[in-house]
């Protein structure tokens, strides 16, 4: 017997995990990948871990009057391929999502392709073995893999966000699959992404933001801080400015360099704020400004971030080689703000 979900309305009894997985691709209940079956069993245990009742509500998204229960983000996580330790990441990242300052509706529906992005930080990377290292964009981690696609399908089948229905994405990115790294607070004696934005740091948390594809910064030439800085700022100072915050994800190579010049996260988020900007003249060249160059064009400066607070800094990814990466935000970031929820119950979470 499968589980009761938002997508569909009641269980069904079919004849093997073959015959599930064809139910669910013929209605559209997948990302176009194999599920696990959400057998009422599987859903039990994922919210006995988690703590919750099935009719507890998780999140509600206004604009499209969608109340998201725990029973739905269960069965979705169970689909999705996730163990039941994970069901707390799952619940924490599917509350931050849901939070009206992530405007949920809009960046889901918006041609540009973003996807929320979930950052773990905390105890919890360690206990359910996230990845922070190698390949942390890429396969290979069960846990990465499974919480970012179990967000991605409660927005297909709790959200009615589907391709070519709400999700009028015109590209789309593999992040639309799944979006999930933890940051590396083991090798990094930076402070780690929950504290600066006002948690403990001894409890475990996630960040939501609706994010664009990564795009590598590779450097393995610059050894001075302010080379590798301004590397960043090149890769960033690509199109126009847009609102919303920009992610910069720094290697161990880079970090490296950044801390023996005695270089902290606002120390680099004050640089690339203060240095990110083009002339409104080589703007209008490349066609991002429709109107004619004038005299002024040459001198005029475009500015990406009012503030270094718009940026935000993790350490992750491995240490083969200098190649950090910038995430650039939805295209209509300036109406989203990133959000940070604790994982579980704990004290100072909120």
Known sequence: MLAESGAYPAGFEVEDANAANELFHRNGWTDGLPIVPPTEERVQEFLEYSGHQASDVVGFVA??????????????????????????????????????????????????????????????????????????????????????????????????????????????????????????????????????RGLAGDVSAVTLFAAEAPAYVKNDRGNRAEQLAASLVDVITRGTPRGGHYLLVICPEHLNVFVREGWSKRDLRGFVAERAERTVASAKRAGWLTEPVTGNDESQELRWFTSPDELMVVVAGGKTSGTSAVVPPWAGGASAEPVTKGVGVCVDCE
């Open 63 to 196: 604009p499209r009057n969608i109340t998201i229960t725990a029973e739905k983000v269960a069965i979705n996580a169970v689909m999705a391929g996730c163990l039941p330790a994970y069901m707390p990441v799952v619940v924490a990242a599917v509350e931050a999502m849901a939070d009206d300052r992530f405007n949920l509706h809009a960046s889901m529906a918006s041609t540009a392709g973003a996807a929320p992005m979930v950052i773990v930080n905390g105890p919890v990377v360690r206990e359910i073995d996230l990845n922070s290292g190698d390949n942390v964009f890429g396969p290979g981690w069960r846990a990465n893999a499974t919480i970012g696609r179990a967000l991605r399908l409660v927005l297909m089948n709790v959200c009615q966000a589907r391709p070519g229905v709400m999700d009028k994405s015109t590209l789309g990115h593999p992040g639309k699959y799944s979006y999930c790294i933890a940051e590396d607070e083991v090798d990094s004696p930076w402070e780690p992404l929950h504290a600066e």
